[in-house]
């Protein structure tokens, strides 16, 4: 990694969700901030997307957020899960669900953002077994809208490895995208257009719940890695601070360095209301990246 890596962080609503003022709060915490840089994120205002006046919501905002002193290159689409295919097509909302993600890329454009995240869906056989093959299958077609307006508005997409939630458990087994799958996945788009439209996200808390060996998985997702969200947890996905959990972050910086990795180190940790009373815990993250960077 080089020495002057980005250092980001994803912007949190203060209280309750999808409210605007609460959203504006949070972005006023990161400004008080060390961090410089934020991960515009979709999930916790994705419900405004579907209001009848939300273009003159997101117009607010957006002029809001140009006149942040921030940079936001990041931004995470709205998600919805569980997300399994074999029931995905049978949900009476999917074209909801994706015209969210497809204006949250327009939004994402007029910021300036240069990646954004998408989660990504899993087939389960009969058994409820991770069926890879199919999932690459679905996958393609589940992203190729998003694939279409990411390239006119040039944006590339990350997509995230995901991991099994506690809901899914016991029934569900296996259910998170193989790295492999995401490779697979970014070489299918990256060869169809010829150049590079799609990359990867590494989320370390979701490898961390996964158990993956994240040294390995991340020298074989190589130059493929364009994201990564930080967090810690102790097997569950909590998205504790940096090294409140059992993520082992010598090994992380140490695949990341060996990789050359030159993108930003973008925090997903998780506050509680209290927490964001002020910027001291936002602050507290800032310093436990530059603890992953640096040593």
């Known amino acids: 990694m080089k020495d002057n890596i980005i250092y980001s962080q994803t912007t949190r609503t203060v209280g309750e969700k999808n409210n605007v003022n609460n959203f504006k709060l949070g972005i006023k915490r990161l400004e008080d901030s060390k961090f410089n840089y934020a991960n515009l994120n979709f999930f916790e205002i994705q419900e405004l997307l579907d209001k009848d006046c939300y273009e003159e919501i997101f117009r607010d905002l ?10 936001f290159n990041i931004a995470h689409a709205p998600i919805h899960y569980p997300f ?40 389960l056989g009969k058994d409820y077994n991770y069926d890879m093959k199919k999932s690459i299958e679905h996958n393609i077609k589940y992203l190729k809208p998003f694939v279409e307006k990411a390239i006119k508005n040039n944006i590339i997409i990350a997509i995230e490895n995901g991991t099994q939630m506690e809901k899914d458990d016991p029934l569900f087994k296996n259910t998170a995208p193989y790295i492999d799958e995401l490779i697979s996945i970014v070489d299918y ?23 993956l060996d994240m040294y390995n998985e991340i020298l074989k997702i190589g130059s493929k890695l364009k994201i990564t969200h930080i967090h810690d ?6 998205h504790n601070q940096p090294f409140d959990g059992t993520v082992n972050w010598d090994s992380v910086r140490k695949a990341l360095t060996d990789i050359n990795f030159n993108g930003e180190l973008t925090s997903e940790v998780r506050y509680k209301k209290e927490e964001l009373s002020d910027s001291s815990n936002i602050n507290k993250t800032y310093d436990l990246i530059k603890k992953i960077h640096l040593g």
């Open 62 to 71: 957006i002029n809001f957020l140009k006149d942040s002193p921030l940079t």
């Open 84 to 123: 399994f295919f074999n029931t995905y097509y049978k949900r009476d909302d999917i074209d909801k669900l994706k015209n969210r993600i497809l204006k949250s890329l327009d939004i994402s454009k007029e910021i300036g953002v240069k990646g954004i995240v998408i989660h990504i869906g899993t087939y």
């Open 189 to 211: 788009y990256n060869s169809k257009y010829k150049k590079e439209v799609l990359g990867i996200c590494f989320d370390f808390g979701h490898a961390n719940v996964g158990k």
């Open 233 to 238: 947890n102790y097997g569950t996905d909590s």
